[in-house]
């Protein structure tokens, strides 16, 4: 993975947790339930991992030649991702809703375009700081 990919990778996932933190914040004063916080990191790990695997699917897409293959590869890796994660909000829905907040997770997840949302203004600040140094 080259250096401009890990530094796209650590932008996007600084986004997610800055998203985190914040709705964290806002939870503190309109909400403060323990499963909230709960569901609110359970649904940024979610988001990361997510965001981890989006990014070894498109790492190892840009590798391969045969156009056919990368789409067939994009394509199970994302319907395979999506149903892990219809999955685990299934079993925290039915098992472990006095735990994590269901309705906390959906958002933390949520994070993952608010991440992507987020990195051109923290690349913008990242450059600056550079700069500077």
Do not use: C
């Not at 800055?18 to 649904?43: E, N, S």
Request: glycine share 6%; net charge positive.
């Amino acid at each position: 993975m080259g250096k401009e990919t890990k530094n796209l990778m650590l932008e996007v996932s600084a986004g997610i947790v800055f998203f985190t933190v914040a709705v964290m914040l806002g939870a503190f004063f309109v909400y403060p339930r323990r499963a909230v916080y709960a569901g609110l990191i359970l649904g940024m790990v979610l988001a990361l991992a997510m965001f981890l695997s989006m990014a070894l699917v498109l790492e190892r897409s840009m590798k391969t030649e045969d156009p056919k293959t990368v789409q067939k590869q994009s394509i199970i890796s994302a319907v395979l991702r999506y149903l892990l994660l219809i999955v685990i909000m299934i079993v925290v829905i039915e098992r472990f809703s006095d735990w994590f907040n269901p309705v906390a997770v959906v958002i933390g997840v949520l994070g993952l375009k608010a991440g992507a949302f987020f990195q051109p203004i923290i690349h913008k600040i990242a450059v600056r700081r550079a700069k500077g140094e």
